[in-house]
């Protein structure tokens, strides 16, 4: 049988930019990843909320970082987080981005490219 993860800390690399900074820096990291067993309801109840649980950050601290190379007047400081542990629990959108496709940790924006 095909086994998925069970949410669990795993090593990430991450980009870290900011606007008014000219490159991405990437940056290793622990983030939370995997599996959360969901409960569907057989029969629809009326009113009822279903809530999936997701792998979420259950502790964390945050490390900063100074960017080189940014544009005077900016602020070269940037704060990333570091899991210390993860849980499965509803989705903390002001720490997580719940949704179904998202970008990848370490997408950076300077990657893309601008034409004029």
Avoid: W
Avoid at 37 to 61: G, N
């Amino acid at each position: 049988a095909y086994q998925l993860p069970l949410c669990q800390l795993v090593n990430q690399t991450i980009s870290l930019e900011k606007e008014g900074c000219f490159e991405c820096h990437p940056v290793e990291t622990t983030i939370c990843s995997g599996h959360c067993f969901t409960k569907y309801p057989i029969m629809a109840i009326r009113f009822s909320k279903v809530y999936q649980h997701v792998c979420t950050y259950q502790d964390i601290y945050y490390k900063t970082f100074e960017l080189p190379d940014c544009l005077p007047g900016v602020d070269p400081v940037i704060t990333y987080p570091v899991a210390l542990s993860c849980r499965c629990s509803r989705c903390n959108m002001d720490m997580s981005d719940c949704t179904f496709e998202s970008l990848k940790p370490d997408f950076c924006m300077n990657d893309i490219p601008f034409y004029y």
